[in-house]
């Protein structure tokens, strides 16, 4: 299950209450989309904030080269 997350680029928090997945399309022109789903999660998932603004800084020196 975690690695096709992975594959998909999915990011994925579960607590004890519930999980919570989340993924974001590519920007473009300054603007993405963030997709959320919450099974009985009731956090805002900011344990993946991190890893989404990594991402997004990785991508856009990328697309600055």
Do not use: C, P, W
Not at 14 to 21: A, C, L, M, P, T
């Amino acid at each position: 299950m975690l690695s096709g997350f992975k594959r998909l680029n999915i990011l994925y928090d579960r607590k004890d209450e519930g999980e919570f997945f989340h993924f974001y399309t590519h920007e473009v022109h300054g603007v993405f989309f963030e997709v959320v789903q919450r099974l009985g999660y009731s956090r805002y998932g900011e344990v993946n904030a991190h890893i989404r603004l990594a991402s997004q800084a990785r991508e856009y020196k990328a697309a600055q080269s």
